[in-house]
């Protein structure tokens, strides 16, 4: 079992590049699903039943489709409709859309309970557009939805590991690869729980620290 | 150019939501320097009235001018846009019933945060100003603290201040006191007879019948979306035209006598 464990160190460029890869792959898609989630949640929001409409069955379509069966469409579906992308861009399109629904109805669950009034004081004291948004909404709906956007980033660290099926050089692809060279199932698989384990504590700290400067303001 | 001397001048302002006419064709003016208290019955359209001045509500007809420029319309007769409406809602400041602090900043950072990011002026003229103002209210100390740390007549003194920091030619009150325990409403109270003292022009919705007896230099009365009344307040306290203005005064009376509040 040592001995594995010893094969398993040997490998360790490859297990480092992997967890390097799921890292980039889980930080870039959870970034531009926040960002496009700012861009749903006013959009399930609206007060127009076609753009509240379209955005709702976007949202609710993807939290009803399982993340690995998504990715199958994007990486395998679509070239027959003759949209082909390498496996990084699929990987990456897949989990972001995926997220980006999440991510909204995150948003907008902190949305409708923050107070109106700081946000009419903002107005009333020349706050308006952009400005508006960025002094004055978005940073007490930031340390609200924080922990539940930290929840939701070892969700898509966790659905990362899909990927390895598109031959994504990920994590878990890295940690396969090992044991199907040198058949060492558990040591390969265990010390790749242990890394996925330690990015999760990496944002439970991120979130543990947002919280603390969130209580400040409680 | 003329100097003003009348900051605001309401003229013929109506609003009505769906079906509801809350304000119709209200006219007042407030000279530089007056303390204007808006009285009336719950639902009568004051807090509509105070909001319509800023443009926080459209008014649907009607004129409001800050010291002679139109509010909410431009010169060619449209609908400003966010700029200049902007521009000109920072000579207006604003207190609101639930103070309406922003909750992720310090106090300091509060009274700071639009003079600095929308007035575009010097941080360090305004973090000074900023520190005198928290100083006049009687709140130095506190000045790190966030909002929620607190209590309700702290916080609606640092909406004051947030207010003056503005250099507003105009400060509006929405019902400073109705969200606050009896025994805090005392040191709100305290800061606004200061500011009608030393001349800042107010319009002030409240239900504190002592204080506009005694602050305000004239009172207008709005019963279901009109201005019934106006005039000096030991006139209308003493003899109200009106019998609206009796009755409502009546569920004061005891109030207005013991001098509380």
């Known amino acids: 079992m040592i001995r594995d464990f010893g094969i398993v160190w040997s490998e360790r460029s490859l297990l480092l590049s992997g967890l390097a890869n799921t ?31 379209i955005a709702r069955v976007f949202v609710d379509g993807m939290r009803c ?56 004081a903002g107005v009333a004291f020349g706050f308006s557009g952009l400005r508006l948004f960025r002094s004055i909404i978005l940073p007490p709906l930031l340390l609200s939805a924080g922990p539940v956007i ?69 | 150019m003329a100097e003003f001397t009348k900051v605001l001048d309401v003229a013929g302002v109506s609003k009505r939501f769906g079906d509801n006419e809350v304000l119709s064709d209200v006219s007042f003016q407030v000279d530089k320097g007056e303390t204007i208290c808006v009285l009336g019955p719950s639902g009568s359209g004051k807090s ?75 941080k360090a003229e305004v973090r000074d100003e900023a520190l005198a103002l928290l ?30 920091a503005m250099r507003p030619d105009l400060l509006l009150f929405d019902e400073p006191t109705s969200a606050l325990d009896p025994e805090l409403v005392g040191e709100v109270l305290v800061v606004m007879r200061d500011l009608a003292r030393e001349g800042m022009t107010m319009v002030i919705v409240t239900h504190e019948m002592a204080f506009a007896r005694d602050a305000a230099t004239r009172v207008l009365f709005l019963d279901r979306g009109r201005a019934v009344e106006t005039g000096s307040p030991d006139r209308f306290f003493s003899n109200p035209e009106t019998e609206r203005a009796r009755q409502f005064l009546q569920r004061y009376a005891g109030d207005i006598a013991n001098g509380k509040r």
């Open chain 1, 23 to 53: 890292a980039i792959l889980s930080t870039v898609s959870a970034v531009v699903a926040l960002l496009l989630g700012f861009v749903v949640t006013p959009a399930l929001m609206s007060k127009q039943p076609v753009v509240s409409g």
């Open chain 1, 65 to 120: 489709v399982p993340f690995l069966l998504f990715a199958y469409i994007i990486y395998y579906g679509l070239p027959s409709l003759g949209l082909r992308l390498d496996n990084w861009t699929s990987g990456l399109a897949a989990l972001t859309i995926y997220n980006a629904a999440y991510m909204a109805e995150i948003l907008r669950g902190a949305w409708v309970v923050q107070p109106r009034e700081p946000i009419e």
């Open chain 1, 150 to 218: 930290g929840n939701q980033m070892i969700q898509i660290i966790k659905d990362s590991a899909f990927l390895t099926i598109i031959a994504l050089p990920e994590l878990t692809h890295a940690a396969s690869s090992i044991q199907s060279r040198h058949y060492i199932p558990f040591a390969a698989f265990i010390t790749a729980v242990f890394l996925y384990w330690g990015l999760c504590l990496v944002i439970e700290a991120g979130v543990s620290s947002i919280g603390r400067v969130a209580d400040a303001r409680r």
């Open chain 2, 48 to 122: 509509t009235l105070l909001r319509c001045i800023n443009w926080l509500e459209r008014p649907d007809a009607g004129q409001i001018y800050l010291n002679g420029e139109r509010v909410g319309i431009n010169n060619a007769g449209i609908v400003m846009g966010d700029r200049d409406l902007s521009k000109i809602r920072t000579r207006i400041g604003m207190v609101f019933q639930h103070f309406a602090l922003w909750p992720h900043l310090t106090v300091l950072q509060n009274l700071m945060e639009a003079p600095v990011h929308v007035q575009r002026r010097p």
């Open chain 2, 135 to 164: 100083a006049k209210v009687g709140l130095s100390e506190k000045r790190d603290a966030f909002p929620a740390r607190l209590s309700g007549g702290q916080k609606q003194r640092v909406g004051i201040a947030r207010a003056l």
